[in-house]
Nanobody, 115 residues
Framework: QVQLVESGGGLVQAGGSLRLSCAASGSIFSANAVAWYRQAPGKQRELVAVIISGSEVHYSDSVKGRFTISRDNAKNTVYLQMDSLKAEDTAVYYC?????????WGQGTQVTVSS
């Protein structure tokens, strides 16, 4: 069982930056995928960024060029650096990890971007 705890969310003005962290209770070294999702009010949860098999990285078109996902296996932590934030980035952001065929989610962290 892996517990995930996100942090780093908050209120920021448009154009600003935030860095989200996702700390895992166990090793993520062998994780098949680590990802960030987000869910805005009244909308479905959507994929923001993912690292597959440790090296293949994908971003949604809406954040490409502004967000950067990374992982630190030594610290069992996944990060999401968010720059040039827009009001439409406002959402609850969730960390998601796939390890050994099992899926784990964090509790979410709120990001609010004021325009």
């Amino acid at each position: 069982q892996v517990q995930l705890v996100e942090s780093g969310g908050g209120l920021v003005q448009a154009g600003g930056s935030l860095r989200l962290s996702c700390a895992a209770s166990g090793s993520i070294f062998s994780a098949n995928a680590v990802a960030w999702y987000r869910q805005a009010p009244g909308k479905q949860r959507e994929l923001v960024a993912v690292i597959i098999s440790g090296s293949e990285v994908h971003y949604s078109d809406s954040v490409k060029g502004r967000f950067t996902i990374s992982r630190d296996n030594a610290k069992n932590t996944v990060y999401l650096q968010m720059d040039s934030l827009k009001a439409e980035d406002t959402a609850v952001y969730y960390c998601h990890i796939v390890v050994g065929g099992r899926y784990y989610w964090g509790q979410g962290t709120q990001v609010t971007v004021s325009s």
